[in-house]
C-alpha cells in the first residue's frame, strides 16, 4: 500500500474493523480459557460481555481483567499488521471499544461497575497507545536501498 496516496475503500475499512474485532475475540478467548478456565466448571459467553464477572474482589475476576488487558496488548499488535497506520490505530482502537461496549449492552445491561469502565478505558488506550508506537517503528525505518554494481 502506498502511503502517499489516500483513497477512501469503505470495504476495506469495514473489512480491517472485521478482522481487528475477530482477532481481538478469539485472543480474549485463549486468554480466558488459559486464565479463567481453570478455575471454574464451565465457560461461557458470560466472561466475555457480562460486565459482573470483571471484578477485583476474585481471583476469577482478576483473570478476567489481566485477560482482557492481555488482549489489548496484542490487538495493538494486530493494528501493526491489519491498520498500519499510525494515525488510524486510535479510530480502529475506540471502534472496537464501541462495538464491544454495544455487544456488552445487548448481552448484559448497561455496565455499571467502575471497574468495568477503568478496565475497559485502559485496554482501548493501551491498544491505542501501543499500536501508534509500533506502527510509528515502521514507518520510520530506514528503507534499504542496495546499489548493485552493473557490468556495462
Known amino acids: 500500500m ?4 489516500v483513497v477512501w475503500d469503505p470495504w476495506l475499512i469495514v473489512a480491517q474493523i472485521v478482522c481487528l474485532q475477530c482477532l481481538y475475540y478469539l485472543t480474549l478467548g485463549v ?12 465457560m461461557s459467553l458470560v466472561y466475555f460481555f457480562d460486565f459482573a464477572t470483571v471484578a477485583t474482589s476474585t481471583v476469577t475476576g482478576w483473570c478476567v481483567i489481566a485477560s482482557f ?8 499488535g494486530y493494528m501493526l499488521y491489519l491498520i498500519e497506520r499510525a494515525k ?7 471502534t472496537l471499544y464501541i462495538i464491544h461496549l454495544f455487544i456488552c449492552i445487548m448481552y448484559g445491561g ?5 471497574t468495568w469502565w477503568v478496565v475497559n478505558v485502559t485496554g ?3 491498544m491505542a497507545l501501543l499500536g501508534e508506537y509500533l506502527c510509528i517503528r515502521r514507518e520510520l525505518r530506514e528503507i534499504p536501498i542496495t546499489r548493485y554494481r552493473s557490468n556495462v
Open 110 to 114: 448497561w455496565p455499571s461497575t467502575i
Open 88 to 94: 488510524k490505530c486510535l479510530d480502529f482502537s475506540a
Open 31 to 42: 486468554f480466558l480459557s488459559f486464565f479463567v478456565g481453570t478455575r471454574v466448571s464451565r
Open 69 to 76: 488487558l492481555l488482549s489489548s496488548i496484542a490487538g495493538a
Open 124 to 126: 482501548v488506550a493501551a
Open 2 to 5: 502506498f502511503y502517499g496516496t
